[in-house]
């Protein structure tokens, strides 16, 4: 009977796939296995760690009840899914809506017919076991529900350009989300308190649950707050444009690509619709079109939302240092294309290539750097200023350098170490030679100098060329230039060593 109860349900959710959703594609299948399975180890537990049914009369009772809630979430979840995939599509016919909410709707009346069968289940099975198959019928019902009003809405928004659609849209998924979250975790704190799972593997399983969805509930908290914070900046600090400022743009929205008949102006000049401008906030602090800093949100608490998302490579304190650089190599070994009883799984190797944890700076923000550089000291040669950046990374450090004469080219340095040797006068001679001694030591000393300096040319020359061919290898965009550049060295190096 059970087997058979089974391939029914089998052959009707085959049937409703083929009716309404047609061929399935890759990631609906991937969502479907991954909640079947989840699904089945999950109430495997409850029933011999949670419940501890003795007999094969309720075992079988359990299976059969566990056997229509998987049904019943597999097909939400395929509604869900479909739904996403049809909002985002650009032409999508009515009749794909239509089919899905004809047969949420259905599936909300089978909770509802379960809901009133817990009822009835309270009296003989008692309380306990009446919640817990009720909290499983109120989950698939919210999930139905929310699902519902997003289709709704989203019509709305389609017949008649809703402009407040965004925020109900979004304040209907967060209660939706809460509700579904606290709904499960009263079930699985039910669980804990009701049952005779203490200090057992079912426990173990049950708490890992329950931290799941506490560190959930406090992700979609945290992600309100942070909604709360864009949106009142936003308000606050970016007005909404007017209608001349809208004429002389005349432009369409470079998020949404829609047209503006309202919008909020950045300060870079660059108009966005409101709700735009709200998703793109949450996730970037910079303008869409020109990437210039906005700076929205105060310095504590820019800080601490990045002590929040920090990754575990980064030092928790003041001295907390910049991301690591990583060379990830993934390789994935799927055994079910071999054969089904084989294995699947995953190697990824992952190679530091910055152990100091020193960022490195970008080409942007340090040619602007040193521009600015370049108009406080014109005299100072640009890729001098450049290759001090390189090693100072800040723009204070290597403005003190030049005040402080320390990032004065070795080449000129040299120089004047050099000159000055040549300048200063050798010590006098006590024992006191004539007239002809001094002519012909001071006409010897001219002859020595001029060779000197010309050696002095000859090896400034050789260093300046040095210094560019470095400055233009360290600069060259492409692999191959700076390959050619390295192989041209070499050969230098090499005849100089044979002369």
């Known amino acids: 009977m059970v087997n058979s109860a089974c391939c029914v349900l089998l052959l009707v959710a085959k049937l409703i796939q083929r009716v309404v959703f047609g061929p399935l594609r890759v990631s609906e299948k991937q969502q479907l296995k991954e909640k079947f399975w989840n699904f089945l180890f999950y109430k495997f537990i409850f029933v011999f760690g949670v419940l501890n049914v003795q007999t094969l009369e309720e075992v079988v009772i359990w299976w059969l009840w566990f056997s229509v809630m998987v049904f019943l979430h597999l097909l939400v979840q395929l509604c869900s899914d479909r739904f996403e995939y049809l909002s985002f599509s650009p032409a999508t016919p009515l009749s794909g809506h239509a089919r899905v909410l004809l047969l949420l709707v259905m599936l909300l009346s089978c909770c509802a017919g379960l809901a009133a069968l817990c009822s009835r289940l309270a009296r003989s099975q008692g309380r306990h076991t009446a919640a817990f198959m009720a909290a499983e019928c109120m989950l698939v019902t919210i999930r139905t529900t929310h699902v519902i009003y997003s289709i709704h809405l989203w019509d709305v928004n389609q017949a008649g350009g809703w402009e407040k659609k965004s925020s109900c849209v979004y304040y209907t998924d967060l209660l939706m989300e809460l509700l579904s979250l606290g709904l499960d975790l009263l079930h699985h704190t039910h669980m804990l308190l009701f049952s005779n799972i203490w200090l057992s593997m079912a426990s173990l399983v049950v708490f890992m649950q329950l ?45 949404c690509w829609d047209a503006m008949s309202a919008a909020r102006k950045l300060p870079c000049g660059h108009l966005f619709h409101s709700s735009c401008l709200r998703s793109w906030l949450e996730q970037d602090t910079s303008c869409p079109t020109c990437r210039t800093s906005l700076n929205i949100g105060g310095e504590g608490q820019d800080e601490r939302e990045t002590r929040e998302v920090a990754p575990d490579n980064m030092a928790a304190g003041a001295d907390a240092r910049p991301h690591l650089n990583h060379l990830n190599h993934f390789f994935h070994f799927d055994g079910s294309r071999i054969a089904g009883w084989l294995p699947s799984f995953s190697v990824e190797v992952m190679a530091t290539t910055n152990f100091l944890g020193i960022a490195p700076l970008h080409p942007t923000h340090r040619n602007a750097m040193a521009h ?32 402080e004469d320390e990032s004065r080219p070795p080449l000129h340095r040299w120089s004047v170490s050099r000159l000055l040797i040549h300048v200063t006068p050798p010590p006098e001679d006590d024992d006191g030679l004539g007239g002809e001694s001094e002519q012909d030591e001071e006409s010897d000393g001219l002859e020595d100098e001029e060779e000197e300096e010309e050696e002095d040319e000859a090896e400034e020359k050789q260093i300046v060329e040095e210094d560019e061919r470095t400055v233009e290898m360290r600069f060259c965009t492409s692999a191959a ?3 050619k550049l390295l192989l041209q060295r070499r050969e230098e190096l090499l005849r100089q060593a044979r002369r």
């Open 211 to 255: 931290r799941f969805l506490l560190l959930e509930v406090q992700k979609r908290i945290r992600r309100h707050r942070n909604y709360l914070r864009v949106l009142h900046n936003m308000e606050t600090r970016f007005p909404v444009a007017t209608t001349d400022e809208l004429s002389a743009n005349n432009d369409d929205c470079a998020i």
């Open 372 to 403: 600015q550089i370049q108009q406080m000291f014109p005299h100072v040669p640009v890729q001098l200023i450049l290759l001090d950046l390189e090693v100072t990374r800040s723009l204070e450090v290597t403005t003190d350098n030049i005040l």
């Open 481 to 483: 230039a700076r390959q």
